[in-house]
């Protein structure tokens, strides 16, 4: 049952048999992808409790407010989870969400149409699955970092480049397809650059799930993922890395997981 802070540290120290059952810092990884939150919360709301007391999965009511200055009332999964597929900064603040996309007056349910299915877009082309394209509807990179990251690896590996979409088995969103940031056709492996991004709304919450939505779809067509994970990002596949930034010694890593998936034989007939 959700309850207040103060009550819920209160029981915690009651079966801890502890003042203070969560020493400072202790969930201080779990929290570190998050930066918006780390900045809309203040123990001064919260009976001087610490976020990094607190665990993500711990079922309690805090207090958080905006970088308007709305306070408001969430648990840890109701924050982490709050972005979805939203990119605005008032995302993570229930009532600037509401003023930046008011909810639109319905229709009388008698009169309401039944929803249709979305239809699929219909320019995947008519591909095997697993086949890699050249999509039209892929977005452009997302950052420079991820371009040269791209560029790095082409002048590293003896690929085929200019590819940027997969055609899957079962829709993901509106297509048949899906755009991972970069494809290696000859060794079939996707490699994703995931970093929290300038609000920390990208790849936590709902966002991940979406992820690892990808990533099994990927899997399915027969095709393995290494995903970058910057910004304190946990991993989430067996090959993705940790990193804090790009150089030359992370594309060697890159370049050793790549021989874990393929073996150093095949992988290193591509090296240029």
């Known amino acids: 049952m959700v309850e207040r802070v103060e009550a819920w540290w209160a029981r915690r120290q009651f079966s801890r048999g502890a003042d203070v059952p969560y020493a400072v810092g ?46 408001f009332a969430a648990t840890p999964a109701e924050q982490r989870s709050r972005p979805g597929r939203e990119r605005r900064r008032s995302a993570w603040c229930p009532e600037c969400a509401q003023r930046a996309k008011p909810p639109r007056v319905r229709a009388a349910a008698a009169s309401r149409p039944r929803p249709k299915a979305k239809p699929l877009c219909p320019k995947t082309p008519a591909l095997a699955v697993g086949e890699p394209f050249v999509s039209a509807c892929a977005p452009k990179p997302a950052s420079a970092v991820e371009a040269q990251l791209r560029q790095d690896l082409f002048a590293r590996l003896d690929v085929t480049p200019g590819l940027n979409a997969v055609k899957v088995a079962r829709p993901f969103f509106d297509h048949v397809e899906v755009w991972p940031d970069i494809l290696l056709p000859e060794l079939r492996v996707a490699i994703e650059y995931d970093s929290t991004g300038r609000h920390g709304l990208e790849h936590v919450g709902d966002r991940e799930k979406a992820d690892l939505r990808k990533d099994r779809a990927l899997r399915a067509a027969r095709w393995e993922v290494v995903r970058i994970r910057t910004g304190k990002l946990e991993k989430l596949g067996p090959y993705d890395l940790q990193l804090s930034s790009l150089s030359r010694r992370s594309l060697d890593r890159i370049v050793d997981v790549l021989r874990g998936i393929r073996g150093p034989l095949l992988v290193d007939a591509y090296l240029l």
């Open 26 to 71: 202790t969930y201080r990884e779990a929290w570190a992808p998050y930066p918006m939150l780390i900045r809309q919360y203040h123990p001064d709301l919260n009976a001087g409790i610490v976020l990094t007391q607190i665990p993500p999965a711990a079922d309690v009511l805090l207090l958080w407010q905006c970088d308007m200055g709305h306070t």
